[in-house]
Structures are given as C-alpha cells and as structure tokens.
C-alpha cells in the first residue's frame, strides 16, 4: 500500500507541473503587446512614424539630418512629408516630382522643386532647409 500512495504522489506531483508549465505558457503569449514582438510594431493605417533619426555636422559646419520612417498608407499614397512631419501623400506627386504639391513646408516657409527634381527647400527669411529624398 505504501507503494501505491508514493507512486500516486509522484503522479499528482507531474500533473501539477504540467498544469504550472500549461499556464506560464499561456500568461507568456498573452503577455506579448498586442501589435506584435518589439521591433515589428504596427503602424496605424494612413499614417508614419519615425523610427530612427540621425544628425551631424559636415566639413563646412552645415548641420544634416536624415531619419527612418516607417509608413502604413491607404491604396494609392505612399510616405511623404507634409508641414515637415512624415504623413502618406497621393503617389502620383512622388512619382511626378511634384514635392511642393504635398505641402513640406511649414506654414510660412516657400517651398521650391530642386533643379535636379531630387528634392525640395523650405525657406524663412535667410534660413534654407533642404530636403532631398532617397530610397
């Protein structure tokens, strides 16, 4: 009989890891973010976010920056700029290099097309921000 009782125990003590094993298991998936892992963030749709924003200064003292954005546009827009903020944009104006006709600038500021249509400038007064687009 003593047989019987130190074998059922160790049988109960299996269930009971096994059921503990089962429910950090499922507290461990439901603990994940519901948008997904880190790093796989989701975008809300029509709009951009940035993810990564770098600065520096060149040889000639001009301070530049660029930035990493990552976009979830509607059918039809892809990533732009709108007021100096990342926003989705009709594609035809990037297709077409028509930078100004996304309104980059902020209110204030002319915008101009680049010579070379490789991007635009917003300019104040005496300050120039140019923006020139790669992909």
């Not at 301070?63 to 989705?88: D, H, L, N, Y």
Request: glycine letters at 6%; hydrophobic letters at 30%; proline letters at 4%.
């Amino acid at each position: 009989m003593r047989f019987s009782a130190k074998s059922m125990l160790l049988s109960d003590w299996l269930f009971l890891v096994y059921v503990l094993m089962v429910c950090c298991k499922l507290l461990s998936a439901s603990s994940h973010h519901p948008r997904g892992h880190t790093g796989q963030h989701q975008v809300k749709q029509g709009t951009c976010e940035v993810v990564a924003v770098h600065r520096c200064c060149n040889k000639n003292r001009i301070e530049e920056r660029s930035q990493t954005v990552k976009c979830s546009c509607f059918p039809g827009q892809v990533a732009g700029t709108t007021r100096a903020q990342p926003s989705c944009v009709e594609a035809s104006i990037v297709l077409q290099k028509w930078w100004c006709h996304m309104n980059p600038c902020l209110d204030g500021e002319d915008c101009k097309v680049l010579p070379d249509y490789s991007g635009w400038s917003c300019s104040s007064g005496n300050k120039v921000k140019t923006t020139k687009v790669t992909r």
